[in-house]
């Protein structure tokens, strides 16, 4: 399945989600670019799972930071 960026940012469109639910029919939000050695594709996910990589990412960010106070 191939998914076209929608016309309006922020917008979803119907799609696999490529996170951890496996949904394969659902609003999905364009993420961003992926990229593995030379393969690149564009990486889709839903609101669900873009809430949990948001919390993964924040979680690593307080961490980042904590560890640098340390350091300082």
Do not use: F
Not at 6 to 35: D, K, N, S, Y
Request: hydrophobic share 45%; net charge positive.
């Amino acid at each position: 399945m191939t998914l076209g960026i929608p016309a309006e940012p922020g917008r979803p469109v119907t799609g696999m989600c490529w996170l951890w639910c496996g949904g394969t029919t659902v609003p999905v939000w364009w993420a961003g670019h992926v990229r593995i050695g030379a393969a690149a594709a564009g990486l889709w996910a839903c609101q669900g799972c873009l809430q949990h990589l948001t919390r993964m990412v924040r979680a690593a960010d307080d961490a980042a930071e904590r560890a640098r106070r340390l350091t300082t």
